[in-house]
């Protein structure tokens, strides 16, 4: 999902990315995903990796973790970089229908339901723009290759999830957020929740961008990332 900043950053920055639990080629463990444990395995990937201290960026539910690191190990984070993400628990209609498509994934596997995920992950310019065909395929294979049980219970971690909207105050990070204003998985209004209580936060609303705004409009997320990090003290 950072592959375009990656790619822009890596020779200003080290560059780490990684798969969580049950997730890419992460191993799929059989307990472990809720948002805390979560967060603790991401604390020993910094301390372990040496990037102590880090700019973290976290995307949906990296940014859950990324919340939970800057609020109880600040030590860890230079800075804080949240997308497409929210501070407060999964809201109460979106329940069900994850957890639907939950079941229907243990019963008929990734592949056939990932066509019905598309327009959770993505905004309507990405999903309608012809010249874009190519890579909507790419990304319809990219998320039926995921592990049936990894996905599974990753999605029952991120819709049980509590909130943290009381350890706000607690972030003493600088802080970007960042989110499409055609997010309809973590609304702009969540975005605006966080920067109206993380006291050093600013907040980009990237236009035409949905949940995948690292890859839907790149090279915007990518100059808001660039000019952040740029700003803050060396």
């Known amino acids: 999902m950072f592959d375009a900043q990656v790619a822009a950053l890596r020779d200003r920055y080290r560059c780490i990315a990684f798969d969580f639990r049950g997730h890419g080629r992460s191993a799929v463990a059989r307990t472990g995903y809720d948002m805390d444990t979560l967060a ?3 604390a020993a990937l910094i301390a372990t990796l040496g990037a102590v201290p880090c700019h973290f960026a976290g995307l949906s539910m990296g940014g859950f973790i990324a919340l939970r690191l800057a609020a109880r190990r600040p030590e860890l984070l230079r800075s804080l970089i949240l997308l497409e993400t929210s501070a407060r628990p999964e809201p109460a ?3 069900p229908r994850y957890r639907a498509l939950a079941l229907a994934t243990r019963i008929f596997g990734v592949k056939p339901l990932a066509p019905r995920i598309m327009p959770i992950m993505f905004g309507q310019k990405f999903l309608t723009d012809p010249a874009r065909a190519q890579q909507r395929a790419e990304w319809l294979q990219r998320g039926a290759a995921n592990n049936r049980t990894g996905i599974i219970r990753a999605t ?3 819709i049980s999830r509590r909130g943290v909207a009381d350890e706000l105050g607690r972030i003493t990070a600088p ?6 204003d055609q997010d309809v998985a973590t609304r702009p209004q969540e975005s605006q929740f966080m920067h109206e209580h993380i006291a050093s936060s ?3 609303i990237v236009p035409g961008a949905g949940h995948t705004s690292t890859v839907e ?3 915007a997320v990518t100059a808001a990332l660039a000019a952040f990090l740029e700003e803050l003290p060396r």
């Open 40 to 42: 603790e395995d991401a």
């Open 93 to 95: 209609q979106n329940v």
């Open 156 to 158: 029952v971690g991120v």
């Open 175 to 180: 802080t970007l957020i960042i989110v499409g």
């Open 202 to 204: 600013q907040l980009v």
């Open 217 to 219: 409009e790149p090279a």
